[in-house]
């Protein structure tokens, strides 16, 4: 197993501890479930740089790089719920949006397309991250904009990504 990798699955094993902090009540524990969720998060964008720049890119890092991410802002939202941070409303969204895209590729794969990530697929990631962390480190009402800030580009990479592709389900 290469570079990219191991940090891919490191940050799938940092999911459980950062869920033990978040919901374990300990002194800080949004504080340092925070500092953990940040981590795993920048391990993303450093995987992703090694496999580009070192020619590392394999199948496995196709398939578990995104599998990562999901898991990763998946738990947090889930876990914002539990501690009565966030309402459930808009971490249905955002899982729904998983599920969809998720079926979506399948789909177009079992007909041998590839559906290329677009920017307003950065984009959520991007806002569902800096939501998440604005949820853990606050209580103030930006945090919450930036929740639902975050649910309207996940709205939008959704509605882009079947726009440009919609062969797929043609």
Do not use: C, H
């Not at 990798?5 to 940050?11: D, E």
């Not at 800080?28 to 450093?46: G, H, M, Q």
């Amino acid at each position: 197993m290469n570079l990219p990798n191991k940090i891919t699955v490191s940050r799938i094993l940092m999911v459980p501890i950062f869920i033990w902090v978040i919901l374990s009540g300990i002194q800080n524990s949004r504080l340092i479930a925070a500092v953990i969720f940040i981590i795993a998060s920048v391990t993303d964008f450093i995987d992703g740089y090694l496999a580009r720049k070192y020619e590392l890119i394999t199948d496995f890092g196709k398939l578990m790089d995104p599998m990562a991410d999901k898991i990763l802002v998946a738990s947090a939202l889930i876990a914002l719920v539990q501690i009565g941070r966030i309402s459930v409303w808009p971490v249905v969204i955002i899982l729904a949006r998983e599920f969809l895209i998720t079926s979506f590729r399948s789909l177009a794969a079992s007909k041998g397309l590839v559906i290329a990530a677009s920017i307003w697929g950065k984009v959520k990631t991007n806002t569902q991250i800096f939501a998440i962390i604005s949820l853990m480190l606050t209580n103030n009402w930006f945090a919450d904009i930036m929740l639902w800030v975050s649910v309207i580009a996940t709205i939008l990479s959704a509605v882009d990504y079947i726009r440009k592709n919609k062969k797929v389900i043609i």
